[in-house]
């Protein structure tokens, strides 16, 4: 066969595909379409920001071989699966594109993130279909627990534990615990979660159950949830009752916690309920028989009993002499002393004390003690008239001042009234806090004594001789004194005299020679006007002093009179030593007086 038959015989070629010599060159464009269709069905459609499910290709020390279907596949640091220990070839897990194609055309993946928004979409699911989901609690913090759900950290708040206060928030770390979702905060990525309302669902019917059954005087059995300074809280199955600090127990006690602890499972009697508030009181103490009925009959009035003081008021102190049987000491039965005015100042709680029954009422439960009464009363003692014999002196405590005088105790149950007029015998007191105060020590002598009216008459000026008697002849009419002006009021003047008393001299007799008048602090002369030993005062004049100096020596019938006062005032000033004498008028009649008598002789 020749050449050209050979070429004649061969199909004719193909010069297009010939010539196209790039990647997937050489196919038809049936055979192109159709390879496309079968490669387009081995991949998925990717997008950025999406969490896509990805199969485990390869595994290395430091990377995680994921294929999801992209035209490449995509690594992810192997820190990312710490907690999949248990990681292998062919295991699925969700991963976050992150970035398509990065400057080194790989697939960017992040199981991270994914995990992150995974758990979001599951928290948000679990609020809005109010779904029950488990947690870990990782640790306590302040005010409550941090619960892990779906790898996001919620806050769980102490009061959503459990209906009943929690004490110690340890407990529940490092286990697992149901929670519901009640609030998310995705501004500061915040969940809150809580235990209680599922707890709360389950006590609803047990709690209804409870208050249609409710009745007054049933008996229940609860558990102390709560401890407060007015009584405990018990939890009755789902509905809280309140045990009143004065319904625990027949005795007195100051705190719940004396007689009960926390979480103690205890027997109650319904009191009373209010089904509008739902509000139940209990009681402890009516589960027992009341101690007064069984007070023994040995006790009687006049009979001796040893208790616990367990109030102080201001009226008086209650001894109890056994749990729930007291008895009240009123403050007029703790002493004889008729100044105890606070029974704080003789007995406080707790003390130990003996008490004499006075009075009994069985039936109301009622007893009034005294204490006093375990001493003999001092006024019956039979050498009281002569210890306080009259004249005998004394020392005693100065327990309260009046207007009138003062009230000293020379022994406790025996007093004393000082009267205001007894305390001195110079100086005019208007109240005795001007002369001594409560609390400090006086000397007396008694004055009077009437043992029946349980009455003492006291004097303190006594102690002295009456000094009036002295003054008789030291301040005789017409003798000259030097004094000083205490204080004036409208009509008269309070002048300070020579041994400490005191005179009084009226306005217009404070005037002086320059026509000015004596001032309040001036030392001056003065002459006495008048004296009275029955009223204990003693008149005097500045002005008299002056003007008698000015009035001419004469002998006529005025003379005899100022020559019998001159006679008298020198021998009175020389004997005292702080007179000043005779004035000069007074000099000029002894010389008139003296020529009369020469010219007689």
Known sequence: ???????????????????????????????????????????????????????????????????????SDGLVPSSEFRDLPDLKVGDQVDVYVENQEDPNGQLVLSRKKAKVITAWKNIQKALDDDLVIDGFVKRRTKGGLIVDIYGVEAFLPGSQIDVKPIRDFDIYVGKK???????????????????????????????????NNLEKGQVLEGVIKNMTNFGVFIDLGGVDGLLHITDISWGRISHPSEVLNLDQRVNVVVLDFDEEKK???????????????????????????????????????????????????????????????????FLKVGDEVEAVVLTLDRQDRKMSLGIKQLSADPWTRPDLTTKYAVGSRHTGIVRNL??????????????????????????????????????????????????????????????????????????????VHRCTVLSKNDKMATLELPYG?????????????????????????????????????????????????????????????????????????????????????????????????????
């Open 279 to 345: 509000r139940i009181s209990l009681g402890m103490k009516q589960l027992q028989a009341h101690p007064w009925d069984a007070l023994t009959e040995d006790i009687q009035v006049g009979s001796k009993v040893k208790g616990r003081i367990v109030n102080v008021a201001d009226y008086g102190a209650f001894l109890e002499i056994m749990p729930g049987v007291e008895g009240l000491i009123h403050v007029s039965e703790m002493s004889w002393s008729q100044h105890l005015r606070n029974p704080q100042e």
């Open 1 to 71: 066969m020749s050449k050209s038959q050979q070429t004649a015989n061969l199909p004719e070629f193909d010069w297009d595909r010939a010539d196209n010599k790039g990647f997937g060159s050489g196919y038809s464009a049936a055979e192109r379409e159709s390879l496309e269709q079968m490669y387009d069905g081995t991949l998925t459609e990717v997008n950025e920001k999406d969490v896509v499910l990805g199969t485990v290709v390869g595994i290395t020390d430091r990377e995680i071989l994921l294929n999801i279907g992209f035209k």
């Open 177 to 211: 615990m149901e929670v519901k979702v009640v609030k998310i905060n995705y501004a500061n990525d915040n969940v809150v979660v809580s235990h209680k309302v599922l707890i709360e669902k389950d006590l609803e019917a047990q709690r209804a159950q409870i208050l």
């Open 402 to 479: 009046t207007n009138f005088g003062l009230f000293l105790e020379l022994e406790e149950g025996i007093d004393g009234l000082v009267h205001v007029s007894d305390l001195s015998w110079t100086k005019k007191i208007k109240h005795p806090s001007d002369f001594t105060k409560a609390g400090e020590n006086l000397d007396v002598v008694v004055l009077e004594l009437d043992v029946d009216n349980r009455r003492l008459a006291l004097g303190h000026k006594q102690l002295e001789e009456n000094p009036w008697d002295t003054f008789e002849d030291t301040f005789t009419v017409g003798s």
């Open 501 to 601: 008393i005191e005179g009084f001299c009226t306005l217009r007799n404070l005037a002086k020679e320059d026509g000015s008048f004596a001032e309040v602090g001036e030392s001056l002369d003065f002459r006495v006007t008048e004296f009275s030993k029955e009223d204990k005062r003693i008149m005097l004049s500045h002005t008299r002093t002056w003007q008698e100096k000015s009035e001419p020596a004469s002998a006529n019938k005025d003379a005899k009179p100022k020559a019998a006062k001159a006679d008298k005032a020198p021998a009175t000033s020389a004997a005292q030593g702080d007179q000043r004498g005779a004035t000069l008028g007074d000099l000029d009649a002894l010389a008139a007086l003296k020529e009369q008598m020469e010219g007689r002789n």
